[in-house]
């Protein structure tokens, strides 16, 4: 697959098939993820790749605690609310996926169901769970590096006929998380990333939301009018 098309191509998937992932495959995809660039090389990211009865058990205490009223503990700072144009973005992602999905605004059972299956992290067979050493906690040089890591590892999960979607819902309840998938104390829990086969049957996943051209995005200095 030419580098253009993996780019293009490329969207989050939100339903899969139920068929395993090969662990070779996976660590292939890893193993292309972090020829990623980080701040000084310092690379600090880590990997906890769940499946089967761990995962299962990772979805059961996500979606009970929740459920039950237990406040979030994702281990990220998440900052204040969207708003602005921002908050517009995030209204119109939401209103293309309960399109796709024939969600009405007033089903609050199928949007609490919707919501659950980002807890269960959407019935992907994969959970890829990305951390970072706890000795760097504080500096913004990290998080960043994580999004480099993460982004690269869903191009190559493309690349390899495998889709993904980032997502925090997953680590919601980070005690859970920790038990479940034996995290480290030394370790920050950062993003999570389902993935495996996708189902394009499934109408979430033919949803490409649009995004902001080079000319808002960029201002050049310096060049040639």
């Given at each position: 697959?030419?580098?253009?098309?993996?780019?293009?191509?490329?969207?989050?998937?939100?339903?899969?098939?139920?068929?395993?992932?090969?662990?070779?495959?996976?660590e292939?995809?890893?193993?292309?993820?972090?020829?990623?660039?980080?701040?000084?090389?310092?690379?600090?990211?880590?990997?906890?790749?769940?499946?089967?009865?761990?995962?299962?058990?990772?979805?059961?205490?996500?979606?009970?605690?929740?459920?039950?009223?237990?406040?979030?503990?994702?281990?990220?700072?998440?900052?204040?609310?969207?708003?602005?144009?921002?908050?517009?973005?995030?209204v119109?992602?939401?209103?293309?996926?309960?399109?796709?999905?024939?969600?009405?605004?007033?089903?609050?059972?199928?949007?609490?169901?919707?919501?659950l299956?980002?807890f269960?992290?959407?019935?992907?067979?994969?959970?890829?769970?990305?951390t970072?050493?706890?000795?760097?906690?504080?500096?913004?040089?990290?998080?960043?590096?994580c999004?480099?890591?993460?982004?690269?590892?869903?191009?190559?999960a493309?690349?390899?006929?495998?889709?993904?979607?980032?997502?925090?819902?997953?680590?919601?309840?980070?005690?859970?998380?920790?038990?479940?998938?034996?995290?480290?104390?030394?370790?920050?829990?950062?993003?999570?990333?389902?993935?495996?086969?996708?189902?394009?049957?499934?109408?979430?996943?033919?949803?490409?939301?649009?995004?902001?051209?080079?000319?808002?995005?960029?201002?050049?200095?310096?060049?040639?009018?």
């Amino acid at each position: 697959m030419e580098f253009d098309d993996v780019i293009f191509g490329r969207r989050s998937i939100r339903g899969y098939k139920p068929d395993p992932v090969p662990r070779e495959l996976i660590e292939e995809i890893l193993t292309l993820a972090m020829r990623a660039p980080s701040s000084m090389n310092t690379q600090p990211w880590n990997f906890y790749v769940i499946t089967g009865e761990p995962l299962d058990r990772i979805r059961k205490g996500n979606t009970e605690r929740t459920l039950a009223g237990v406040p979030q503990s994702r281990e990220f700072r998440t900052g204040q609310p969207f708003e602005g144009i921002h908050r517009e973005r995030q209204v119109d992602v939401a209103k293309q996926l309960f399109g796709a999905m024939g969600i009405e605004r007033d089903n609050k059972e199928k949007r609490q169901d919707w919501v659950l299956r980002g807890f269960r992290q959407f019935d992907a067979p994969v959970c890829v769970i990305i951390t970072y050493d706890k000795v760097l906690d504080g500096s913004d040089d990290t998080p960043f590096d994580c999004g480099a890591v993460a982004t690269a590892l869903v191009n190559a999960a493309w690349s390899r006929g495998l889709g993904t979607v980032i997502n925090s819902q997953g680590i919601m309840q980070s005690p859970v998380v920790r038990e479940h998938a034996g995290i480290a104390d030394d370790q920050v829990i950062m993003k999570s990333i389902a993935l495996g086969w996708p189902d394009m049957a499934f109408p979430s996943n033919a949803v490409v939301p649009p995004r902001k051209s080079v000319a808002e995005a960029a201002t050049f200095v310096g060049f040639d009018t």
